[in-house]
């Protein structure tokens, strides 16, 4: 795939950007999840909860080479919340201070139940993730009933948010598909494949390597794909997307170390080692601008 780059409209033109001349391959989007439902100050005090720390921490990681920031917020104890107040003022902090930043809002099932999943959608992200079945997570089902997927979905194309789907499972990629057929997803799915959640899909390669040739298979040889691995195999995870022509996610919502014995001291850190992972595939990192492209998405 050929991006024109803009990358010269990026303030932070630091030197792991693409510049306009050099020779172009697949830039390298790297997404953050900062936060997520489940870690806490006690497992890593690093973990942003409240929504300055939130901001703080998306503006190191996008310093970092970020371009997609995956948000979930907390409320005033710390457990998950889908409060729309609280989702508008990270969205709009992480506008002002990371120019250009795509706001990934979640619509996951820890923060509530059903319908209250989408109430921030009505906010105009450019991006929401989007579960389109059901699975098993460490303690309890991930329910996604195709009533309320549906729903979700209907949301999104009302308030122009493209969905990243998270696929826990290969059916999910499929599901996709149907959804794109039926005209419940605009455009091609991005789809972004989860391992290494306990109950779920384990980080096996093979596996991998079947969901990137099912997207191919399915939406087209070059539509682009991101893949999360959770805990010890964020980045393997990293490291095989990287390989693969794939996009990255990193962050403490999936992984709170930067090896077996030492915590992330910031978000910021495990953006570095995702850079550092797609360079050792010659792959440049996406600025902004250059991932809005990639997604087909509006400016920011
Ligand atoms: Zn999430």
Redesign the pocket.
């Known amino acids: 795939m050929i991006i024109i780059s803009d990358a010269r409209e990026d303030k932070r033109a630091g030197q792991f950007f693409q510049t306009v001349g050099q020779p172009m391959t697949t830039p390298c989007i790297i997404c953050v999840?900062i936060t997520?439902s489940l870690p806490t100050k006690a497992d890593n005090p690093a973990v942003p909860i409240t929504v300055a720390e939130q901001i703080e921490s998306t503006h190191e990681a996008y310093e970092a080479g970020a371009s997609i920031a995956?948000c979930?917020v907390r409320d005033d104890e710390g457990k998950p919340s889908s409060d729309p107040d609280r989702f508008a003022r990270l969205k709009e902090g992480i506008q002002t201070h990371c120019p250009g930043m795509i706001v990934q809002l979640?619509t996951?099932g820890r923060s509530g139940a059903g319908k209250t999943r989408g109430g921030m959608l009505s906010l105009r992200p450019p991006m929401a993730?989007l579960s389109v079945g059901s699975n098993n997570f460490p303690t309890r089902v991930y329910e996604n009933p195709p009533d309320l997927v549906d729903w979700l979905a209907s949301e999104m194309i009302t308030y122009g948010v493209k969905p990243e789907i998270e696929a826990f499972d290969l059916s999910h990629i499929y599901q996709a598909k149907l959804m794109a057929d039926r005209g419940q997803i605009k455009g091609t799915p991005y789809v972004q494949f989860v391992m290494g959640v306990k109950n779920a899909m384990p980080a096996d390669k093979r596996v991998f390597d079947f969901y990137v040739e099912t997207v191919k298979h399915l939406f087209g040889e070059n539509t682009p794909w991101c893949a999360a691995g959770v805990g010890r195999h964020q980045l393997e995870l990293n490291e095989w997307s990287a390989a693969a022509g794939g996009h990255l996610r990193t962050g403490l919502?999936d992984n709170i170390r930067i090896d077996r014995d030492t915590l992330a001291p910031s978000n910021a850190a495990l953006v570095e080692l995702a850079v550092l992972a797609a360079q050792r595939h010659k792959r440049p990192i996406a600025t902004p601008a250059q991932a809005r492209a990639i997604l087909g998405l509006r400016k920011g």
């Open positions: 999840a997520g995956h979930h979640s996951g993730s919502e």
